[in-house]
């Protein structure tokens, strides 16, 4: 019996060394600099949660305006805000953003270039305030980080790794964005099919299409990155950080880029061993319903239920646009059960539940689900396709057409041109969608690609971050990045074959020409 304390000891420490973190905690910085709460944070929190777990120390650093929204609690150590406020030109820019939304598509398309660059000057303020936040920087130099890992967006996480003289890994929650793309990191990106996203291309172009293509890889980026690296190139410079270095190299300079894609989704495209395709890191099962849902849609019977959810931004649509999509959900044999916060439309049919809020993960999970139609957002898509649920995509703005545009090439699901809306227009998607077997065939067959996975997004995720810490990433970088644009491509090589070339043709042509005069000249001695 005096045993039995020992071997409940003994116990208890065998479970506790099989549960324990295979690796010293370090010191980690997640930093969200965006001045706005959005799924960034949501995705971020999903990734600290699971370094956390693995023993990590984990500090959050974003801004005073946002705070720690977006965050779930348990999910890091310590969080830290630098002084933002929004300002009154921060909501105007917002507002003007929104208002733009459901313009025409063209003139949307210009607006919202005006508009995202108002927002891109705003973040450079954001970028600007937290290295006059002196306080919070000192606080960030004592903490004596390992690495920073940052929501990638604008080029200010580089600065500040460069700053606190520690490694960064750059995690996007989308393939590519307006400042951050394959270029910097050395990785090839043919523009005749791979698209960066600022059009709606798919990988399979047209000779105009490859135009556009070419032009906005060579062209409309080298454009971008004069103008905003040039911007924070001055807040670079006014606090001594890296002079030898542009913003370019700082953010091509990362350790690891975690991207937030599948190829279940994205089209293939060329990849280099420092980028790593992560999947939605935010993704779980889906959870029992309420009462009130679940009887809802167990209410749908052999039909099923549509969802329509056009994210947090756009809960009320343009009126005439919300009493097309009411009159076609009243003539549907399915329930639907639509965010809207607008005015109750006029053509509301009894099989519409109009809710503020959904579980849109749990909805999307539960058997009965049959369409989605959805604004375009890479959350939504992810839980769509990990359920296999087809789609019926309405783009509003930035990175949304791009992705219906994969949507569509992948045969997941239509586009709905938000410049088209009308009950024959809404009617046509929804109903092909709804009875075209192939849509849903091919989202289950991208959701089976999509979970055919080693391991979980957060495992392979944390997988990453810890060989980072243990080796850094200089192993994994492409060399592409230390080659002038001469050297990359061979230029050089080219002209060195070309010349041999040509002196060879030269010195042939020579002794062919000095050849034939000789013989030209003994034939005419012979003659005289």
């Given at each position: 019996?005096?045993?039995?304390?020992?071997?409940v000891l003994l116990t208890l420490a065998v479970i506790a060394i099989q549960v324990m973190p295979?690796?010293?905690?370090?010191?980690?910085?997640?930093?969200?600099?965006?001045?706005?709460?959005?799924?960034?944070?949501?995705s971020?929190?999903?990734?600290?949660?699971?370094?956390?777990?693995?023993?990590?120390?984990?500090?959050?650093?974003?801004?005073?305006?946002?705070?720690?929204?977006?965050?779930?609690?348990?999910?890091?150590?310590?969080?830290?805000?630098?002084?933002?406020?929004?300002s009154p030109e921060f909501h105007a820019t917002e507002q003007m953003i929104q208002d733009l939304s459901f313009e025409k598509?063209?003139?949307?398309?210009?607006?919202?270039?005006?508009?995202?660059?108002?927002?891109?000057?705003?973040?450079?303020?954001?970028?600007?305030?937290?290295f006059e936040d002196s306080a919070t920087l000192a606080l960030l130099k004592?903490?004596?980080?390992?690495?920073?890992?940052?929501?990638?967006?604008?080029?200010?996480?580089?600065?500040?790794?460069?700053?606190?003289?520690?490694p960064y890994i750059a995690l996007t929650t989308s393939m590519r964005y307006p400042f951050f793309h394959e270029h910097l990191y050395g990785i090839p990106s043919p523009s005749s099919y791979v698209p960066l996203g600022t059009f709606p291309l798919?990988?399979?172009?047209?000779?105009?299409?490859?135009?556009?293509?070419?032009?906005?890889?060579?062209?409309?980026?080298?454009?971008?990155?004069?103008?905003?690296?040039?911007?924070?190139?001055?807040?670079?410079?006014?606090?001594g950080i890296a002079p030898d270095r542009s913003i370019a190299d700082l953010i091509g300079g990362a350790e690891l880029w975690l991207c937030m894609t599948t190829f279940a989704f994205d089209f293939s495209h060329p990849i280099a061993p420092n980028w790593v395709a992560i999947?939605?890191?935010?993704?779980?099962?889906?959870?029992?319903?309420?009462?009130?849902?679940?009887?809802?849609?167990?209410?749908?019977?052999?039909?099923?239920?549509?969802?329509l959810a056009l994210g947090n931004n756009y809960g009320e649509l343009p009126k005439h646009m919300a009493e097309a999509f009411a009159r076609v959900f009243s003539d549907l044999p399915q329930r639907v059960i639509w965010r809207h916060t607008g005015t109750r439309p006029r053509y509301l049919g009894n099989n519409t539940m109009l809710v503020d809020w959904m579980p849109q993960n749990d909805l999307l999970g539960h058997p009965k689900a049959r369409l989605l139609i959805y604004h375009g957002g890479l959350t939504g898509i992810f839980e769509a396709i990990y359920h296999a649920v087809p789609m019926v995509v309405m783009p509003i703005i930035g990175d949304q057409d791009s992705n219906a545009v994969k949507v569509e090439a992948k045969g997941m699901g239509r586009i709905l041109q938000k410049d088209h809306i009308s009950y024959e227009t809404v009617m046509e998607a929804v109903i092909d969608v709804l009875e075209n077997p192939r849509y849903r065939e091919n989202v289950r067959r991208s959701s089976r690609i999509y979970r055919d996975t080693q391991a979980h997004p957060d495992e392979t995720m944390v997988y990453w971050v810890e060989h980072i810490l243990k080796f850094g990433g200089?192993?994994?970088?492409s060399r592409a990045l230390e080659l002038t644009f001469i050297q990359l491509h061979s230029i050089d090589v080219l002209a060195f074959i070309i010349g041999i070339i040509a002196a060879i043709v030269f010195l042939l042509y020579t002794c062919f020409k000095r050849c034939l005069s000789c013989c030209l000249k003994s034939r005419k001695s012979k003659v005289e």
């Open positions: 019996m005096k045993l039995f304390p020992s071997l295979l690796t010293n905690g370090a010191n980690i910085l997640v930093t969200v600099l965006i001045p706005k709460a959005s799924s960034h944070a949501k971020m929190s999903a990734m600290s949660g699971a370094l956390t777990r693995r023993g990590h120390n984990v500090t959050i650093l974003t801004c005073s305006a946002v705070g720690t929204k977006g965050f779930k609690r348990d999910t890091y150590n310590s969080a830290l805000q630098y002084k933002f406020e929004h598509t063209q003139k949307s398309q210009f607006n919202n270039v005006i508009g995202l660059g108002k927002m891109f000057n705003l973040l450079r303020q954001a970028c600007q305030h937290l004592e903490s004596h980080f390992d690495i920073l890992i940052g929501d990638v967006f604008d080029g200010c996480d580089a600065i500040l790794s460069s700053y606190l003289g520690i798919s990988d399979r172009m047209t000779f105009l299409e490859r135009v556009a293509s070419f032009i906005e890889h060579n062209f409309v980026l080298s454009f971008s990155h004069w103008v905003h690296f040039g911007a924070l190139e001055k807040i670079k410079d006014k606090y999947g939605n890191i935010a993704d779980i099962p889906a959870k029992p319903l309420n009462k009130e849902y679940e009887a809802f849609v167990e209410g749908s019977g052999e039909h099923g239920f549509i969802i200089s192993h994994l970088r």
